[in-house]
C-alpha cells in the first residue's frame, strides 16, 4: 500500500529557510509524479510544486516560484520542498500527495506537516 511520511517541518523566523521531505513507499515511482500543496487556516488546499519522478521535471506555483525548490532522490524514495526567504505568508500545513503522470488528479496524501514562520 502506499506510504507518504512528510518531515522536516516546525518553526523558523522569517527570511530564514525549511526543507520538509516526503518519504514514499508502497510503489515503483517512475510512472508517478509527487506533489507539495499547502493550507492556511481559512484557506484552501493550493498545490505549490509537483514533480515527476522520471525525468525530474517541476512545475511551482505563482506564489512560491523563485522561492521554494522541489527535488527528488530516486534512490531514498523521497521528495524535498526547499523552502527559502520565508514570510509569515507561507506559514501552513504542508502536504505531499501522489499522482499518477497521465492524470492531475492527486490520489495519494501524507498527513501533512506543520510549518510556522514568525514574523
Known amino acids: 500500500q502506499v506510504q507518504l511520511v512528510e518531515s522536516g517541518g516546525g518553526l523558523v523566523q522569517a527570511g530564514g529557510s525549511l526543507r520538509v521531505s516526503c518519504a514514499a513507499s508502497g510503489r515503483t515511482w517512475n510512472r508517478y509524479a509527487m506533489g507539495w500543496f499547502r493550507q492556511a487556516p481559512g484557506k484552501e488546499r493550493e498545490l505549490v510544486a509537483d514533480i515527476r519522478w522520471s525525468d525530474g521535471i517541476t512545475s511551482y506555483g505563482d506564489s512560491v516560484k523563485g522561492r521554494f525548490t522541489i527535488s527528488r532522490d530516486n534512490a531514498k524514495n523521497t521528495v524535498y520542498l526547499q523552502m527559502d526567504s520565508l514570510t509569515a505568508a507561507y506559514t501552513a500545513v504542508y502536504y505531499c500527495?501522489?499522482?499518477?503522470?497521465?492524470?492531475?488528479?492527486?490520489?495519494?496524501w501524507g498527513q501533512g506537516t506543520q510549518v510556522t514562520v514568525s514574523s
Open positions: 500527495a501522489v499522482r499518477a503522470m497521465t492524470t492531475m488528479k492527486y490520489d495519494y
